[in-house]
Every structure is written in structure tokens, then in C-alpha cells.
């Protein structure tokens, strides 16, 4: 029987405030552990929530930028559960009225456009961290993370590859990259995902069991999960046996999963509203200014690049997700004169080559976009070869300078004048008589040979099109 594999993400992104969710703790990693706690966060007797207000305009952003309907009036709950880095007992979430509803995501997968569904995006808090090492018996706990504010952004069950939960889950990041709420990095536990995995006979509208996967920190991770859950799932049921509704732990080391827990349901949870706390009511004011910030974003951006310019879905995508190439890009349009795929391709070739050489960023160099352009230009018009652009470009790293002057200075302007060229063909043609020869013979490689010789006797001044032309032409004569 053909399966087909359904999965749903729900991905955890740390907000990049200043203090923390419901206190006045410093939101920030690394910190000595158990440093930046008070009574608030560690849940204390006594001890009252506010909330932080930075954290509702992040998550409101966010919610634009997804394209979900914004909820003017929520609230927050409380969702019960023990564990040890979770010192209230209950973590402080949304439930019924979420801050953001019904919105989508659209990704690039093998260059296909495939929308994807948010069911909703939320604010909780994040628990604390539970340590484990070699120096200490037992498990200890860092409540450093306790209060670090969260949006979570459930998906549809839409998805129906690893591929394409990778391809969801780096979209989120390039968002909220570009919108300046979450430094995504996930090896901090910035962003994670908990991974919801069922398969289903192909053509089948019932969903199957779903398991689930806790706090998959990585993109690859959350791929690899996927393909083994999938595969265990298929072998079950082909076996004759029935999928449990369960939590398993990914384990990317070993490649496989483990049971953790039978999975819960939202009554296990006994949500209820938060009594400490008062209903978000949001200023229409306020939600105007946070939908006029939303920029344009890297996946639509990224989608306008290979539509309008042609460019291959990966070229866009690097041009599209940095927020420094994608203004220098940008402006380099905006002078205009050159060909879009000229300047990204110079940008993703020659440019990202001399940047990874000098462990640099385009601000940290002297190369402007009407420097590019104008380097870009003297290609195209042949004043200068690609080879000699090359060179120009690698002196404006080092020196600064105009490609102009620059090209006047090292003497790498381009010869196309026929009369000067005829006279090196001829002179590399008498020199090379076996080449000639073995042309005459049928190896054709041996002109392309020649134009080299020819190049290399120019000192590579020579225009590389007009000496082929010339060569062929000897040749034919010969």
C-alpha cells in the first residue's frame, strides 16, 4: 500500500526583548546560571505577572506578516502540568483566544510555490533548563530561561514531506529575521519545533494517529525526524499493528526516536483563564503602526526575484534572505544600466568569494553598487574582459578606486581593433602548426586551444569573442 506522510509543526521562537515576558529580568543568553531570576519568574508565593507589552507588538507583527486575522481582545490561561524546570506548575500561554488566527506561509520547494496554513500564533513563557553532566550527580536546574518570552506558531497539517517542513521551518526564520523580533539561533534554543507526524493511505481524507517529537533544534534535525517517524509508522501498520497516540523524544545522534510519554490532550492540561493577569485589549492606533512596519518579506521577495529577473531559486534565495545583499542588490537596480542577473551573479560569484576570503561584510569593504555597476557596465559595453573585470573588482577590495581609473592605471582596457588581432592570430597560427593540423585533421578542440594561445600572447587584453572569430576564420583559410 502507498502512504502518504502528513505533518504538522508547532514552532517555538524566543522574542528578542530587552527583559523577559511577565518580569523585569534581563532576557539575554549565556548568563551565569540561575543570575537572571527573581520571585516572578521561579513562581514564588505572592509573586504577580505584567506583561511585557514589546512581547504583544512582536507577536501582533509576526501575525501580519503571516497574513492571520488579529484578535483586538484576548486573554491568557494557565496550562497545568509538573516538571521539574517548570517551578509554578503552570506555564502562562494562550488557549481559546490566541493573539493571531487563520494565516499562511508560502515556500519554494524544488522551485514549486506551496502555501501552508498557520492555525494561529500565541504568547507564552518559556520553563527553565535542566542540566545534566559528569561533574554532578542528579539533574539540576537553571531557571535563567524561566519567563523568556515565546511565540508559538502552530501549522496546518499541510505538509506532507520532510522537505517541505525544512523548507516551512527556514522560511519562518528568514521572517522573523527580517522582521527583527527573534535572533532564531537555534543551536541557543532560540527556535525549535515540536513535530507532529502521521501517515495515511494515499487518496485517504482520514488522518492517522498522530506522534509527536519534542524540541527538534535544528532544520536537518526536523528533516531527519520526519523521514524515521514516517518510516517506523508505515512499518507498524504494515505489520498489522495500530500507531499510539504518543510524545517521543528525537535523539539526531542516533538517528531514532524514544517513547517518552502517552501524548496529551488539552484537557490533561486544565486550561483556564489566568486570574493575575487582565485581558489584552489591543489600541487600533497601535495595530495601523505594526501593519505599516511589516516590510516586504524574503519569501515573496525571493519569489519576485526569479519571476522578474529569471534568477535560479537558490541565487534569489541568497539575494533575498540577507538584509545586506538585499538592499545592496536593490540598489544596484535602482542605478540600473546592466542586466539583474549580471549583477546577481557577480554578487553571489565573485563578490561572496572575495567577502569569504577577507571573513568580511559588504559595509566592512569599499565596494559600493555604482561601483559594481559601473564595473558591470564596462563589461557589457567590452571595454574590458570578464578576466580584466575580475582583476578590477579584487583592486577595489584592496585599494578602493573607480573601475574606470583603475582600468586606465593597470592598462586593462580591451583590444577589438581586428587589424591588431589579425596580426597575433597570424603570428600564434605559425607557431602552432601541429594545432593547425590536428584542426585540419578533425580535432576541433585544437582551435579552442589556439584562442588561448592567442589570449595569452595579448596579455589577455584581446576580446575573447573577437579572437574566436578570427581564429575560426584562419583556420578555415588554412
Known sequence: MEYEIVVGLEVHAELSTKSKIYCSCKNEFGAEVNTECCPVCTGLPGALPVLNEKVVEYAVRMGYALGCDINPVSKQDRKNYFYPDLPKAYQISQFDVPLCEHGFVDVLVDGAEK?????????????????????????????????VPLIEIVSEPDLRSAAEAKAYMETLRDILLALDISDCKMQEGSMRADVNVSVRPKGSTEFGTRVEMKNVNSFNAAAHAIEYESKRQIEVLEAGGTIDQETRRWDDTQGKNFVMRSKEDAQDYRYFPEPDLGT?????????????????????????????????????????????????????????????????????????????????????????????????????????????????????????????????AKGLAQVSDTGALEAIVRDVLAQNEKSVADYKKGKTNASGYLVGQCMRASKGKANPQVVRELVQKALDEA
Open 115 to 147: 502555501r501552508i496554513g498557520v492555525t494561529r500564533i500565541h504568547i507564552e513563557e518559556d520553563a527553565g533548563k535542566l542540566l545534566h553532566g559528569d561533574s554532578f550527580s542528579g539533574t539540576l536546574v537553571d531557571f535563567n530561561r524561566c519567563g
Open 280 to 408: 489584552i485589549v489591543l489600541d487600533e492606533e497601535d495595530l495601523n503602526t505594526w501593519r505599516a512596519s511589516i516590510p516586504e518579506l524574503p519569501n515573496r521577495r525571493r519569489i519576485r526575484y526569479m519571476k522578474d529577473y529569471n534568477l535560479p531559486e537558490f541565487d534569489a534565495g541568497l539575494l533575498a534572505t540577507d538584509p545586506e545583499r538585499t538592499a545592496f542588490f536593490e540598489e544596484c537596480l535602482r542605478i540600473g544600466g546592466v542586466a539583474p542577473k549580471s549583477v546577481a551573479n557577480w554578487m553571489i560569484g565573485d563578490v561572496a568569494r572575495l567577502l569569504g576570503e577577507k571573513d568580511a561584510v559588504l559595509s566592512q569593504t569599499q565596494l559600493t553598487a555604482a561601483k559594481l555597476v559601473a564595473l558591470i557596465a564596462l563589461i557589457e559595453k567590452k571595454t574590458i574582459s570578464n578576466t580584466a573585470g575580475k582583476t578590477v573588482l579584487e583592486e577595489i577590495f584592496s585599494n578602493g578606486g573607480e573601475p574606470d581609473d583603475i582600468v586606465k
